[in-house]
C-alpha cells in the first residue's frame, strides 16, 4: 500500500484530482484544514521567542533605563541642593550685611542725638570714635 501511494505522488495526480482539489470549496477547506493545524504550533513557537529573547532583553533594557534615570536624578538633586546651599549662604551674608549696616546707623543716630542732649547721653561713649563723656 505504501508503495502504491509513493508511485502515485511521484507520477503527479491525475487531472480530475487536480482539478478537484483547485475547487475553491475543497481549496477552502483545507486551507481551514492547514491553518486550525498549523496556528497553535506557530502561537506556541513565538510565545516561546517572546518569553525567552524578547521579554529578557526588555526587562535588561528596563533596569538599564531605570538605572541611568536614578543616576541623572541623583546627580540633579544634588546639584540643586549645592546651589540652595549656596544661595543660602549668599543671602545669609547679605541679612549680615545689611544688619550691620542698619545697625551703624542706629549707633550714630544715637550717638548723634546724644551730642544734643548732654544729660540723655551722659552715660555713653559717645559717637563711633568720640572723644570723652562730658563731665557736669
Known amino acids: ?56 532583553f526588555h526587562s535588561q533594557q528596563s533596569a538599564s533605563m531605570h538605572q541611568e534615570l536614578m543616576r541623572e536624578l541623583r546627580g540633579e538633586i544634588s546639584t540643586i541642593k549645592s546651589e540652595l546651599g549656596n544661595w543660602h549662604n549668599e543671602a545669609m551674608r547679605g541679612q549680615e550685611v545689611s544688619l550691620i549696616s542698619r545697625l551703624i546707623d542706629v549707633l550714630n543716630l544715637f550717638f548723634a542725638n546724644a551730642d544734643h542732649h548732654p544729660r540723655a547721653g551722659a552715660h555713653c561713649a559717645g559717637p563711633i570714635g568720640a572723644g570723652e563723656i562730658p563731665q557736669h
Open 1 to 56: 500500500m505504501l508503495y502504491l501511494l509513493k508511485y502515485v505522488f511521484a507520477q503527479g495526480l491525475p487531472v480530475e484530482m487536480e482539478k478537484l482539489l483547485l475547487r475553491p470549496n475543497i481549496s477552502g477547506h483545507f486551507a481551514n484544514i492547514l491553518t486550525s493545524a498549523l496556528t497553535p504550533m506557530i502561537e506556541r513557537h513565538i510565545k516561546e521567542i517572546l518569553t525567552t529573547s524578547f521579554f529578557q
